[in-house]
């Protein structure tokens, strides 16, 4: 995530710790985004297991296959989501902590 967020311009130049410093303190400033975090955690938990219980009970699929089908439908929802957040959420804060920083020196 944070090598992709090294292409944002107010960015450039930065390595991955700076930049999860800059998103980290920029997390903390915004707690409801952090509930958010949570709140798709949780959610994505809940969802896999309902969605390996419905399997496991509707197919005659193993369980070893259901869990791997499971895994890829939800790593391919976590990867949309990361698209998104980092394209928008993640910019927002960096930006603001740049220009943060930049008038605080």
Known sequence: M????????????????EI????????RRHP???RVM???????MIAMLLAAVVLARVSALSL???LILVGAVFTGVLLLWNLFWVNTVL???????????????
Do not use: C, W
Not at 20 to 27: D, F, H, I, Q, T
Not at 91 to 105: A, C, I, P
């Open 91 to 105: 910019y927002r804060l960096t930006r603001e902590e740049v220009e943060e920083v930049r008038l605080n020196s």
């Open 38 to 44: 949570r709140f798709r955690n949780a959610i994505g």
């Open 64 to 66: 070893g296959v259901i």
């Open 32 to 34: 409801k985004l952090v």
């Open 2 to 17: 944070y090598t992709h967020a090294r292409q944002f311009p107010h960015l450039a130049g930065k390595s991955d710790a």
């Open 20 to 27: 999860y410093e800059l998103a980290r303190s920029g997390m």
